[in-house]
């Protein structure tokens, strides 16, 4: 039996964070009901939006939505909302990513719904929190989740400009928050039998993932300096570039104790005797000089050549992977990164494996893709016919636009 058979979520949400947490209940195993508007969810054609291109296939929007049921609706429509609150009123969470104002405008904020269905888990991802001056602004991932929280400035070398993350990554770190609070107030229902709201925002997971840095300065008051790939506060903890032009990290995290492995292995013992590079303090003044005889070592072997020197040392390090590097990275197929994912009657399978993961394995209740995405609304005569509403009804709201 899968780890959350049973369990009805209603989502209502567009674009990554809040549908991306949906996908990651629907992997293991919910019934996710995905309501969106008439039109569908705007991730859909993800790639129009963004460029102008023409191409109707989303695999991010299929990453997120797959094995989920879709119900498209005007919920600005009274008997679109009503249609909304019969759903709800069968779901175990309701689970959304709109902003705080709409949803109290239409009836669907946390306080309304809880005084309703006290057993509901309400689960509430925005962009800024709930409260607060900015609770309603607009906040895509990179927005709230990068530049607002203190992680791009950060990431940006001194005198450099700020970096362009990859898109999506704040919305998917924030999804898999969302999840951890969603099953925490499952858990606690399962103890007490009341449900609860649980809320995070792209802001607040921002913040905690630069955790180390804003605890120092909340802590003692201070914080150092931006970290810089070619002034680091340990050189032996830094990105370095091969002969062939690949990267790879150097993870000497523990100074004194990896240095004698380090220098082995690149061959160079006069590092060794020399006395800028002496002590752990030593190499952190001396930085720069360090940095700059490591890179003209590095560039002595390819990276291949380099991972089996590493390994007969007993170096820690990592590849820098590119995406096409994933595909053909033993540890990455081995981890279980790729997933097959059911596909429609007919439609062919391009590859070997067709999908990401979600980042989660299970040992006796096994996860993964139940289905492929959803058409738009394919789901809605079923779901409205399993709660008592018949074809002359639909046919009525449909007549009404309510129903597309």
């Known amino acids: 039996m899968s780890l959350l058979k049973g369990i009805r979520v209603v989502e209502m949400g567009l674009w990554v964070a809040g549908p991306a947490a949906g996908g990651i209940l629907a992997d293991w195993g919910a019934e996710v009901v995905k309501i969106e508007m008439p039109k569908g969810d705007p991730m859909r054609k993800l790639f129009g939006a963004l460029s102008g291109s023409k191409e109707d296939r989303c695999p991010p929007f299929d990453l997120y939505n797959r094995g989920k049921k879709s119900v498209a609706l005007d919920v600005n429509h009274p008997d679109g909302m009503a249609l909304v609150q019969r759903l709800v009123a069968t779901a175990d969470v309701f689970l959304t990513n709109m902003r705080p104002q709409f949803l109290e405008r239409i009836g669907l904020d946390h306080a309304t719904l809880l005084a309703k269905h006290p057993r509901l888990v309400y689960a509430s991802l925005t962009a800024y929190g709930l409260e607060g001056p900015d609770r309603d602004a607009p906040g895509y991932d990179m927005a709230a989740y990068s530049g607002r929280s203190g992680l791009a400035e950060r990431a940006t070398p001194p005198g450099a400009s700020p970096p362009v993350l990859p898109g999506g990554l704040g919305d998917n770190v924030t999804a898999i928050t969302m999840v951890s609070g969603i099953m925490g107030a499952l858990f606690h229902r399962e103890r007490t039998g009341q449900g609860q709201m649980v809320s995070t925002s792209l802001l607040r997971t921002g913040i905690y993932s630069i955790g180390m840095d804003v605890a120092t300065r909340v802590g003692l008051g201070r914080i150092a300096a931006a970290p810089s790939r070619t002034k680091p506060q340990n050189p032996l903890m830094n990105s370095y570039c091969a002969s062939d032009g690949k990267w790879f990290w150097i993870v000497g995290a523990e100074s004194e104790r990896h240095w004698p492995g380090i220098v082995a292995a690149l061959g160079e013992a006069a590092l060794m005797a020399d006395e800028r590079f002496t002590t752990p303090r030593d190499r952190r003044r001396n930085s720069e000089a360090l940095v700059l005889a490591i890179e003209a070592l590095t560039a002595r ?62 040992s006796a209740t096994p996860a993964g893709p139940s289905g492929p995405p959803p058409g738009v609304g394919v789901d809605a005569d079923a779901l409205f016919k399993e709660l008592g509403i018949d074809d002359a009804e639909l046919k009525r709201l449909r007549s009404a636009a309510v129903l597309p």
């Open 301 to 362: 072997h390819t990276r291949e050549e380099w991972a089996a020197i590493f390994r007969q040392h007993d170096v820690w390090w990592a590849p820098i992977n590119s995406v096409d590097d994933l595909m053909t990275d033993a540890q990455v197929l081995a981890s279980g990164a790729f997933v097959n994912v059911p596909v429609h009657p007919g439609q062919e399978v391009p590859e070997s494996f067709n999908g990401v993961a979600t980042p989660v394995d299970f």
